[in-house]
Every structure is written in structure tokens, then in C-alpha cells.
């Protein structure tokens, strides 16, 4: 009995043991649906080694398909592909090339690179007597999606486009297309046109002849030479266009003209050396937005603005949606980056207060021009992350605009001291414009600018400055004249630091208010070492200090009033290293008495103080902010 037990156990174990084996190949992928963490990545070009732009990767696996598309540098980046122990054909294709494909194992960060050829390629120049000796013929006999190429060399031709081509020189420093100043060099007049690698120069002078002009949408055009034309590069009225890897100099007017074009990138160009480096002027009339992004670009030397964005179109949302990153804007003649936005009506000027413009300015080097970034009747612009140095003027200057963010920005050396210019941040209105609303600054160092690190300035047709000015975690250090002045405004200042700010002229203070009643809170500041003044008030009332640290200051607190004006103004909390009584602080200041009648009036000084009662015997709790 007991033999039949054991081998009616070997018997079922050996029933049994199939369905415990472990599962491998296809049958275990169910298993790892989860990890989705794989990646393909890499680079696609051309036998030439131009990169190919929107070429296809299509990653295959398990019935399931990943998509990627490559971008102007030819990248691409495909995702979420399982990671399972199978292998996975990846294709590669474009219209006009052949497909290639590649049988890969893909685990997280796979790499590979991959050539496409051209199917059909049309000859221009060299040895071969086969070839094309004029470009125009080749283009004229090229197909959709089939491919120019040029050899070195001057032609001496005015080119028009008007097929799916791709145009491609040589090398864009000898493949030389000379529009011998007669017209457009290149005009591209339909869809999915790519033109790289030539040297494009010596367009007409008319109107607006340009090195290219591009009238249709998905243009392509990428490691160019753009040289010695009237316009550089003029876009109208087109969408989804590149400009990559350009070099555009010594045009006559503008070197990048973006007209009612939406959806457009210039990335990683070198404009330099036009009469304007990029100027967008008016949204796409379609979509009344811009969509624009401006990223890597060198941006330099020329007669006017670096970039600037206009409107004049009355009532229009203005240039919206516009990205302004990554670039070196340096030792331009006019502003860094102009932001104008402006109505006409029968030829009369008039300013008209755009709305939802959505203008972002970030990770910029701003350098040496004559002003740095100028806001004029515009909103919602975001500048952060920037660096705004000695430029001749102001570093920005905010005028007539509202729902501005100034953060996380280095901003120091502007202005000039000897020529009166202040070089911090001026913030100022316009009497043709109502008062405009919410400018924040913060997280900023403003560092060693001539005059006033900033200057929040006279009022608009309403007379009143601006509402809703938010200053806060700030270092506001060694300005000239001033940390910030305020006439007429509201503005709420806490949690900065004001250092060393003043050369000890009359009115130099951390802080300056003139004009200002009750409209100016100042709280949880820092003041450190500042001439003449820590905060300093000219016939300003009902304003609150609180909560504030005075440190070495030449005098902590003083006022001037007119004939029977008071300063009387709210302190509470505060903390001064210098007070003998530990119940009392005195403010002292004076009263200009005016006496007699014009022409004959006489201005008598009045030594006046102000009592500020139970001042703090120890600092307040307030985090010191230092240069990073």
C-alpha cells in the first residue's frame, strides 16, 4: 500500500511540474507591461550629413506602435517602449528618402544613429557634364520631396520655389546664390520647403527685397549664410517655419522680419551687424497670436533694437504667445529686446492697451546696449532668470504696461552716472494711458546701477502711478542715488535687503517716497549702511513701516515737508541700532517755509522730528539677503 502512494506521487508530480515551468520570451511580456521605461534617441541625417528635419521613427513591439519625430538639429526621442527580453524593429522614414530599418534591444537611454539617402537628387554645377548649370532648371525639374543639390560656386540667379524641394548647397560659406541686387535671391512660394547650406546675398533694395522671402507655411531653412541683402529673412503671413543655424549679418534693414506669421522658431542663429536683428510685427491674422519662440541665438552689433515686437493695429490681442530664451543679446545700438505695442487711427498715434500678450523673456545674457529690455503699453510679459548688465541705460524700463513679473534676475552696472542715466529698473506712465496695474518684482539681485536701483515714476491720465507694485526678496545693493524711489504710486516693499545704496548726496536713501500718501506699505526690510538715508519721505502721509531692521545707516529715517504739510506717517515694530532710550525713537527732518509772494518769496528751513514710540530693543526675525 504504501509503494502505491509513492508512485501515484511521482505520477502527479510529474502532471503538475508543466504548469509551474517559468514563463520566457513572448509569453513573459504580459508580465512587464508595467516598465515602460525604455527610450530610443538619436540623430538622423542625409548622405550630405544635413540633419533631417520630421523625419518618422516608428518603434514596433508586442502589436503595440511608438512614434517620435526628429527636429531641426535631427534629433528625435521616442518613449514609453516596454523593457522586456525581445528585440524591437525600429524604421526610420521621410517622404523623398528610404526607409531604413534597424532591429534593436532597447533598455532605458538606447542610442542610435541612422542615414537616410535621398532618392532623388538633381546636380547643379561641378565636374559632371550631366549636371544642372543653372539652379532654377534643377528646381524647375524636381518633383515633390526630391532634392537640388549644389556644388560650390557663384550663381548668379533669382530663385523661385514653388514645389516641396529641398534645396541644398555644398557648403554655406562657398555655394554663393547671387541675387545681383535685382529682387527676392530666393522666394519660396509653396509648403514643406527645406533650403540649407548656401550663401545667400546681394538682393535688391526695393521695398522689401530680401535674401529669402517666404510666402507659404512648414519652410525649413537651416545653416544658411544670409548676407548683404536688404532684408536677411522676411516671413509673411506663414506658419510653422524654422530658422536654425543661420548666420544673418550686414543686411541693410532687418536681418529676421516675422509679418503676421504664427507658430515660427529661430533657434541657435547669429544675427548680427543689420539695421534690427528680428523684429515680429503683428499676429497671424487667422489666429491673432504669434506663437514665436527665439532660443540659442546670438544676437549682436546692430543699429537698432536686438529684438523687437510691435503692433499697430488698434483693438488687435497684439503679438501673443511669444518665447524669448536662452540668448546672448549684446551691444546693440537700441534695446536689448523692445516690446512696443501701439494703435493707429487715420495716422494719428494712438496708444492702445493690448491684452493677453503672453511675452516670456528667460535664461537671456543681456549685455551693452543701449537699453536693456524696454516694455511700452503691453501685459502680461514674464522676465526671469536673465542677466542685465551694463547696459548705457536702464536695464528695464516698464512704461504704460501691466501684469509685468520681474524675477530671479541679475541686474547690475547700467546707466551711466555722469550722463544721467538711471540704470536700474524704471517703471513709469504715460498721460495718454489710464492707470495700468500688478508689476511684481522679486528674488532679484540689482547691483551697482547709476542712480536708482529701481524708479517707480509720475502718474498717468488718472494722476496716479501705478497700483498693485509688489517689491519683495530682494538684494538692492550699492546703487548710486537710490534703492528705490516712488512718486505717486502703490507699492507694497518687504522682505528685501537695501545695502550700501547712495553716494551721500541730499536725497539718497534705501527708499525715497515723494508725493505717496497712504499708498506705500514697507515691511520686513532690511536697511544696511545706506547714504544719506535708510527710507527718506517728501510730503508723503499715512504711509506704514513696520517690522523693519536699521543697520549703520547715515540717518535711518527723515522727511521734508512744504509750508503747513506734515509728514505723518505710521512706524511700528521697527528695529534701529542707535536708539539711546529703549521706549523712543526720534525722526528728524524739515519744513521748507515759504514766505512773501513771486517774484519776491523766500524759503526758510524748519527743523521738525516725528516720535516713533517703542521701538524694538532686538531685531526682528528677518533673513538677510546676500549676492549668490
Not at 508580465?31 to 550629413?49: H, K, T
Not at 544675427?271 to 549682436?300: A, F, M, V, W
Not at 495716422?347 to 529690455?373: D, M, P, R
Not at 550700501?500 to 506699505?521: F, R
Amino acid at each position: 500500500m504504501q509503494r502505491t502512494i509513492i508512485v501515484l506521487c511521482i505520477i502527479l508530480s510529474i502532471l503538475i511540474s508543466p504548469l509551474s515551468r517559468p514563463i520566457s520570451g513572448l509569453e513573459q511580456h504580459d508580465e512587464n507591461i508595467q516598465n515602460q521605461g525604455g527610450s530610443l534617441s538619436g540623430y538622423i541625417e542625409d548622405q550630405f550629413g544635413n540633419p533631417i528635419k520630421d523625419a518618422t521613427v516608428s518603434v514596433h513591439f508586442h502589436g503595440h506602435i511608438m512614434k517620435g519625430t526628429s527636429d531641426e538639429n535631427g534629433y528625435y526621442y521616442v518613449d514609453n517602449i516596454w523593457m522586456c527580453y525581445c528585440l524591437k524593429d525600429a524604421f526610420f522614414t521621410k517622404p523623398g528618402y528610404n526607409t531604413v530599418k534597424k532591429t534593436l534591444a532597447i533598455g532605458e537611454n538606447t542610442s542610435c544613429n541612422v542615414k537616410l539617402k535621398a532618392l532623388h537628387i538633381h546636380y547643379v554645377g561641378g565636374n559632371d557634364s550631366d549636371n544642372y548649370m543653372r539652379i532654377q532648371d534643377a528646381i524647375d525639374n524636381a518633383s515633390s520631396n526630391e532634392m537640388v543639390y549644389v556644388y560650390d560656386g557663384i550663381y548668379d540667379e533669382q530663385l523661385s520655389i514653388f514645389s516641396p524641394i529641398i534645396l541644398t548647397g555644398e557648403s554655406k560659406n562657398s555655394t554663393i546664390i547671387n541675387g545681383d541686387e535685382k529682387g527676392h535671391c530666393i522666394v519660396v512660394g509653396s509648403s514643406n520647403v527645406t533650403i540649407q547650406n548656401v550663401n545667400i546675398t546681394n538682393s535688391g533694395t526695393n521695398g522689401r527685397d530680401a535674401g529669402i522671402k517666404i510666402y507659404r507655411d512648414h519652410a525649413f531653412i537651416s545653416n544658411c549664410k544670409i548676407q548683404g541683402n536688404f532684408f536677411g529673412i522676411v516671413v509673411k503671413k506663414s506658419k510653422n517655419c524654422i530658422i536654425h543655424k543661420c548666420k544673418i549679418q550686414q543686411n541693410d534693414e532687418i536681418g529676421i522680419f516675422l509679418e503676421e506669421s504664427s507658430t515660427i522658431r529661430v533657434t541657435q542663429c547669429y544675427i548680427q551687424d543689420n539695421n534690427e536683428g528680428l523684429t515680429i510685427h503683428h499676429p497671424n491674422p487667422e489666429t491673432n497670436k504669434s506663437d514665436i519662440e527665439i532660443r540659442y541665438c546670438s544676437i549682436n552689433q546692430n543699429r537698432g533694437d536686438g529684438i523687437a515686437v510691435r503692433n499697430k493695429r488698434l483693438f488687435s490681442s497684439g503679438c501673443s504667445n511669444i518665447q524669448i530664451e536662452h540668448n546672448k543679446i549684446l551691444n546693440n545700438t537700441g534695446s536689448g529686446i523692445s516690446v512696443e505695442i501701439e494703435g493707429i487711427i487715420n495716422n494719428t498715434k494712438i496708444k492702445s492697451y493690448a491684452e493677453n500678450h503672453h511675452i516670456l523673456i528667460s535664461n537671456c545674457t543681456i549685455q551693452k546696449n543701449h537699453q536693456g529690455i524696454n516694455c511700452a503699453y503691453t501685459n502680461n510679459v514674464t522676465i526671469q532668470n536673465c542677466l542685465i548688465e551694463h547696459n548705457h541705460a536702464s536695464s528695464i524700463h516698464v512704461m504704460a504696461s501691466s501684469n509685468i513679473y520681474i524675477q530671479y534676475c541679475d541686474i547690475r552696472n547700467n546707466g551711466d552716472y555722469f550722463d544721467y542715466s538711471i540704470g536700474g529698473i524704471i517703471i513709469s506712465n504715460s498721460p495718454e494711458c489710464t492707470t495700468q496695474s500688478t508689476i511684481i518684482i522679486q528674488h532679484c539681485t540689482i547691483l551697482d546701477n547709476a542712480y536708482d536701483g529701481i524708479s517707480i515714476g509720475t502718474g498717468g491720465r488718472d494722476g496716479l502711478g501705478y497700483r498693485n507694485v509688489s517689491i519683495h526678496h530682494n538684494l538692492i545693493k550699492d546703487n548710486t542715488g537710490g534703492g528705490i524711489i516712488i512718486w505717486t504710486s502703490e507699492v507694497d516693499i518687504y522682505n528685501n535687503t537695501f545695502d550700501t545704496n547712495g553716494v551721500g548726496d541730499s536725497y539718497d536713501s534705501g527708499i525715497m517716497c515723494q508725493d505717496v500718501t497712504g499708498l506705500v506699505h514697507i515691511t520686513q526690510n532690511i536697511f544696511y549702511n545706506n547714504a544719506e538715508y535708510g527710507i527718506y519721505f517728501i510730503r508723503s502721509n499715512d504711509n506704514i513701516i513696520r517690522n523693519n531692521n536699521f543697520f549703520e545707516n547715515t540717518i535711518d529715517i527723515g522727511f521734508l515737508d512744504e509750508n503747513d504739510y506734515f509728514s505723518k506717517n505710521t512706524y511700528l515694530e521697527n528695529y534701529y541700532d542707535d536708539v539711546p532710550l529703549p521706549w523712543i525713537k526720534i525722526h528728524y527732518g524739515f519744513s521748507m517755509l515759504k514766505i512773501g509772494f513771486s517774484p519776491l518769496i523766500i524759503v526758510l528751513p524748519i527743523r521738525k522730528f516725528i516720535v516713533e514710540w517703542h521701538p524694538l530693543s532686538e531685531p526682528n526675525d528677518i533673513p538677510k539677503i546676500v549676492m549668490k
